[in-house]
């Protein structure tokens, strides 16, 4: 490997050999470990700036053992010697020490030591049978390693300058190196795409590299496959990057939990003691009175926090998260970006990246000693654990901020139905107990009231009595009676009731989770975004000629309205078909009823044209569980690629239009045809001898005698049930598996031959063959859709909480053993709240009131009722509303053709149809009547009054419940309150300090001079300056003093001066409040 200097640096002097700027250790194991040290000395000598960014103090691990430079150069330059693979020779590389039992399950580089806190993988793919000799055989190429921010950037360099110059990153100037990297793979033949990825790849890890992070490679060869690169990251890019990411850590400063006193403190004691049983069993769950404070983490302030191991300070979610910051800020040059690793597997350099799982979640052992996956797979992801409380902290600990918020808010979701389903439960047991005595039922089905009805199609259809419907109108007072209208309002309140528990309990998970105050992080473009945004700056750049204009290129830095234009315009027209195609489906289930319904109708068989209705409504709605489930899959996809034809700017702006765009997709599809039901069927019927046609003569099909509210009932639960269980073990749990079970026998046999020879598979070896994680918008959508069904129509299907309750019980099970055996870990993702979400669920509550109201009014005849009994009842009770609700018809007024054909009924001159209208022999026949107006304002004035009382009593419910509960707030103002005292506490340490320094230095002086008694010891301000400290390492550096970049602090001389006798012998500091 020839190095030569870039024509931008300004290294004053000319190079040498190797031997007097490279240090590289090498050693022969089984996997190749490259060091961050070797390349950064090798950078920061290149660069000729001599300038360390950090002192090698506390926050430097300890450094392994080197070989002697004149060894190690001599292994450096015969590559032979070194058995490294020809893969491997494009950066300098520090094999790690061998440690064959010290993996620890795969979680640690081969030295044992060091953790993999990520892994990149990528393929090796089988090189193509036909290639030509020129394709094959690969000039040589230069990798440049550019500095990302640790040196300051070139003076007086020249772009143009330099034979083949690669282009910056960036407006300003950096320090560039290149290496010659020869042939690629030696004398082996590669396609040229993959030679170029294998370059980009050596790129990147090289920035890496130069970031502070430590990477080990497989060590053997593979002819194809997935190949895996581990990344470690040291204490020193911790420390830099969680001050970087301003992450909260715990202090050594700790105080306990205020518990209440007297009667609330007895209550607090009872409610734990039945609590017990339901908790899951976490280790160190009784510190939980206990809490330390929390500060932002700073270099300067190490002396505060509670260290007591570098390994494990920085548990391995943050770790994983640390890392993930470094591989999407990391530039890589060849692919004209400015993101990293979200462009490089966007464009097929690695497959994937993830941070590894903590072990097996298999192995049995004692509580103390499982890891947290172990714990949270016996107490969290198995279905024997459904009774007991969420282990929510852990939840967050091991997968992050925003996946447990979805947990916490789907646990206060499904513990605020278990009131709702029990309400529920009564109304529909009062509807039960009351069916009996029901008068209009009982009228219903009392023949010898003999109610002859019209027929309910042309022809086909003989007249009918209305006895024979005595079922549904049984069947509808279940659902449709006084206890309804209660329910109705019940519900809307629990939908105010549940938003506001949420932003409590949220509240209580920010301050126990340290999110107060948490900024929100920088969002790296995406790299479609950026892909698009290069492609026009070379548009651009192409176009202007003129000098004048070159000035202007560097302006583009972001697409304006006119370049997503096209990508609105499809996405509004693709929306409005989206609509189109789900009406069309509603209106084709409604002609097969009306279709299917004449046919029946038809049949000789008395017995089936009795069940004509029950026979038509079931198969009905099956059809349309078909239809929703199959566009809800279509309606997914559709969502994703409209959102990516927009062009979002950032993932956060991509993940609300893709929501938003799915929910309205979704929404439509699940609940058109129950708004059919609710609020159309029936309406634009007609009436007998004038009614509505469509396709062919085919009648407009109308409700059934007792209402269309039973109907809606029947078309809710088969929806909501059928959606919940095929979606939930169809597509949640069969599918995954049949993949899992396709995956396993694909690499059944590829396994068994090379079986032999081959150490068992490592931890990211079995994370590898995971399911990746794809966001939680299938998760919360899937809720929402039910929350939907829970709320809106609620009015009709009194027992929708209740099945609501016992697939959610499942589903939290369903989606932790998900989360912990089936998918890749997710990385650690800060979040302050559910984001949108919580706006859907606050509309869709609001919408739900209105929903309610106008099924009360128009859906079921709770409003006629009270109508007919308070206003047109002789007698104040309901005897005669049946007969009040039918109007009469003269069968001599029906169109030629559309009487019946076969009289069975003997001579009928006059039948009934539900409707308010005037009989034949008034003046005004078949007119509406008197009634019809008066039911219609009771109606709309029900609307109403229904709408504001509800919104009312919600404000009050809002008004009366705090968002942030009073301990929340107590607690809140006591940690600020105690870190305030700490800092103070430090700042009067660091002024003593300095003082004793300043007297020291004064002792040291020659007598004339030394300080008069009256002239006092000086102090310390905005003219006095430290004095400049003795700097350790120096020797390592060849005498050289190595040159803190940053300002000396407090923390500096804690290594130096011993600590005041009364912090001497102190652990932590506690405080009781």
Known sequence: MALRRSPSSTCAGSWTSGASFMRVATAISESSSIHSDGLYRLTKDMSGMGLDPMSHSILEPAPYKEQPWAEESETLLQRNSMQITPSEDKVPVVESLSSPQGSAEGLYFSDGRRKVDYVLVFHHRRPSSIRSRASATVSHDRLSIVSNGNFAPSVGSDPTAGRGSIPRVGAGCVGEVFMELGGAVGNELTEPADHEMHLIRQEFEANLLEAGLEIERDREVKAHGPSFTRLHAPWPVLCREAEFLKIKVPTKTSYELKEESGFGSSLNTVWRKMNQPFQPKVPHQDQERTKFLTHCFSRDKLHLYNITSKDTFFDNATRGRIVYEILRRTVCVRTCQTIGISTLIAKGVYDASFPLHDGDYKVIRHLEEKSDRQVLHDEWAKYSAFYKYQPIDLVRKYFGEKIGLYFAWLGVYTQLLIPASIVGIIVFGYGVATVDTNIPSLEMCDERLNFTMCPLCDGACDFWKLSTACGTARASHLFDNPATVFFAIFMSLWAVLFLEQWKRRQNSLSLSWDLTGIEDDEEHPRPKYETILLQKRQRNQKNKKKKKKKKNESTIEKLTWKDRLPGYFINVSSILFMFGLTFSAVFGVIVYRITVSALIAMSPDPETKSNVRVTVTATAVLINLVVILILDEIYGTVALWLTELEIPKTESNFEERLILKAFLLKFMNAYAPIFYVAFFKGRFAGRPGDYVYV?????????????????????????????????????????????????????????????????????????????????????????????????????????APLFALLNNVIEIRLDAKKFVTELRRPVAVRAKDIGVWYNILSGMGKFSVIINAFVISFTSDFIPRLVYQYTFSQTGTMHGFIDHTLSYFNVSNFKPGSAPWNLQQGNITICRYKDYREPPWSPDAYMVSKQYWCVLAARLAFVILFQNLVMFLSLVVA???????????????????????????????????????????????????????????????????????????????????????????????????????????????????
């Open 959 to 1073: 008004w009366g419940i705090p968002d942030v509960p009073k301990t929340v707030v107590e607690q809140f103002k006591r940690e600020k309150k105690l870190l305030v005292e700490v800092f103070l506490r430090e700042e009067k340490e660091k002024l003593q300090l300095i003082q004793s320094l300043f007297s020291k230095d004064a002792n040291l002086r020659p007598a004339s001079h030394t300080l008069h008694p009256g002239q006092g010891l000086p102090i310390p301000g905005r003219y006095s300056t430290l004095p400049p400290l003795p700097t350790q390492g120096s020797a390592r550096d060849g005498g050289v003093p190595r040159v803190r970049c940053r300002a000396a602090s407090f923390s500096q001389f804690t290594g130096q001066i011993p600590p005041s006798p009364r912090n001497e012998n102190e652990n932590s500091r506690h405080t009781a409040v």
């Open 695 to 799: 396709f062919q003569g085919h009648r407009m099909e109308e409700c059934a005698p007792g209402g269309c509210l039973i109907e809606l009932c029947i078309q809710l639960s088969i929806i909501m049930l059928g959606k919940q269980l095929i979606q939930n073990n169809i597509f949640e749990i069969g599918i995954p598996k049949l993949k899992k079970l396709v995956r396993a026998l694909k690499d059944k046999g590829s396994a068994e031959k090379e079986m032999e020879g081959e150490r068992p598979p490592q931890q990211w070896n079995l994370d590898y063959a995971l399911a990746p994680f794809e966001g939680l918008t299938p998760e919360y959508m899937e809720m929402i859709i039910q929350f939907g069904f829970v709320s809106l129509f609620v009015a009709s299907f009194p027992l």
